[in-house]
Nanobody, 131 residues
Framework: QLRLVESGGGFVHPGGSLRLSCAAS????????ITWFRQGPGGEREGISC????????YNADSVKDRFTIPSDNAKNKVYLQMDHLKTEERGYYFC????????????????????????WGQGTQVTVSS
């Protein structure tokens, strides 16, 4: 059974950077699509970035393109979310989620990842962006 644990959240000033980590155990990520979701205060979970190994495809929401990337370390069975030039409105809880057999090329600006598509979730890590 695949399990996910996020880490790396914390406090950062606007314009700063953070690198979140999603560590997987119980199974290799080779056949899963991994998506990072953000949930702001009182808001819904929003799909930010997605990566899959089976197709080698990625997706980044328009709001984070050129600022966020989703690298992975196959040997460590981890997926990261590198966030640069963070904005105040990007504070919240960040979750990584997985779905078997998924592929990220299916997503675009009009059809982003949605939480109901993913059945394995980590506990989340909090990001605070404030001056």
């Amino acid at each position: 059974q695949l399990r996910l644990v996020e880490s790396g959240g914390g406090f950062v000033h606007p314009g700063g950077s953070l690198r979140l980590s999603c560590a997987a155990s119980g199974a290799a990520l080779d056949h899963y699509a991994i998506t990072w979701f953000r949930q702001g205060p009182g808001g819904e979970r929003e799909g930010i970035s997605c990566a899959d190994r089976s197709q080698g495809s990625t997706y980044n929401a328009d709001s984070v393109k050129d600022r966020f990337t989703i690298p992975s370390d196959n040997a460590k069975n981890k997926v990261y979310l590198q966030m640069d030039h963070l904005k105040t409105e990007e504070r919240g809880y960040y979750f990584c989620a997985a779905v078997g057999g998924g592929w990220c090329a299916a997503y675009d600006g009009a059809d982003p990842p949605i939480p109901d598509e993913f059945d394995i979730w980590g506990q989340g890590t909090q990001v605070t962006v404030s001056s």
